[in-house]
Nanobody
Framework: QVQLVESGGGLVQPGGSLRLSCAAS????????MGWYRQAPGKQRELVAG???????NYADSVKGRFTISRDNAKNTVYLQMNSLKPEDTAVYYC???????????WGQGTQVTVSS
């Protein structure tokens, strides 16, 4: 089992940047594929970016070229660098971990990102 704690959310003006972090504990981090999801009010939770345990990445079309996902296995942490933020990026951002062997899924508690002038 793994515990996930997100941090780094906040209020930022359009065009600004934020970096989200998701710290994992309780298990071997490198056996998890990691992802960032977001959920805006009244909308379904959607994938923002994912990174496999081998380092392959994928992104939602809406964030390509603006967001970058990365992981530091030595620090048991996955990051989401968000640049050129837009009001439509406003949402609660969640970290997700998928065990590559058991397919068990774990979620963090979420961190609020608000993009507004």
């Amino acid at each position: 089992q793994v515990q996930l704690v997100e941090s780094g959310g906040g209020l930022v003006q359009p065009g600004g940047s934020l970096r989200l972090s998701c710290a994992a504990s309780g298990s071997i981090f490198r056996i998890y594929n990691m992802g960032w999801y977001r959920q805006a009010p009244g909308k379904q939770r959607e994938l923002v970016a994912g990174i496999t345990n081998g380092g392959r990445t994928n992104y939602a079309d809406s964030v390509k070229g603006r967001f970058t996902i990365s992981r530091d296995n030595a620090k048991n942490t996955v990051y989401l660098q968000m640049n050129s933020l837009k009001p439509e990026d406003t949402a609660v951002y969640y970290c997700k971990a998928d065990n590559v062997f058991t397919q068990y899924t774990y979620w963090g508690q979420g961190t609020q990102v608000t993009v507004s002038s």
